[in-house]
């Protein structure tokens, strides 16, 4: 990931709606949320949703499929991957044991079979 690409990312989740929305897609995966479902759970209304929905997915955050009249929204936890990688990737000067506290933290919650995070 490129700087670039990554501001844009942290940008897009450095505003209330889209940060709660992004955490409530990663709630929902794999199913993902009609937009309009989205927009009624966060109480904003559809055209403010759909704007940022659109910033989310610019960013690389969110992807969207569309299914009969809806669009399912689904986070893009491969692009969530690539940022938590980019800003991890010199992680305490290579000092594994500084960085051994931060991935205990993520691995239970995020190991295969894990009940939830």
């Known amino acids: 990931?490129?700087?670039k690409s990554a501001i844009a990312a942290l940008a897009a989740l450095a505003q209330s709606t889209r940060l709660e929305t992004f955490r409530l897609l990663v709630r929902h995966?794999?199913?993902g949320v009609p937009a309009g479902?989205?927009?009624r759970l966060l109480d904003?209304?559809?055209n403010t949703m759909s704007a940022h929905l659109a910033t989310?997915?610019?960013?690389g955050l969110v992807k969207s499929?569309?299914?009969?009249?809806s669009i399912i929204y689904r986070a893009d936890l491969d692009g969530f991957r690539d940022l938590t990688l980019f800003l991890l990737k010199?992680?305490?000067g290579g000092s594994a044991e500084l960085c051994a506290p931060l991935i205990a933290e993520l691995t239970p919650c995020c190991a295969p079979g894990a009940k939830s995070c």
Not at 56 to 59: E, F, T, Y
Not at 65 to 69: G, K, L, N, P
Request: hydrophobic content about 25%.
């Open 1 to 3: 990931m490129e700087n």
């Open 29 to 31: 995966e794999p199913d």
């Open 37 to 39: 479902e989205l927009a």
């Open 44 to 46: 904003v209304p559809q």
């Open 56 to 59: 989310l997915s610019r960013a």
């Open 65 to 69: 499929e569309r299914q009969s009249r």
């Open 90 to 92: 010199d992680c305490c």
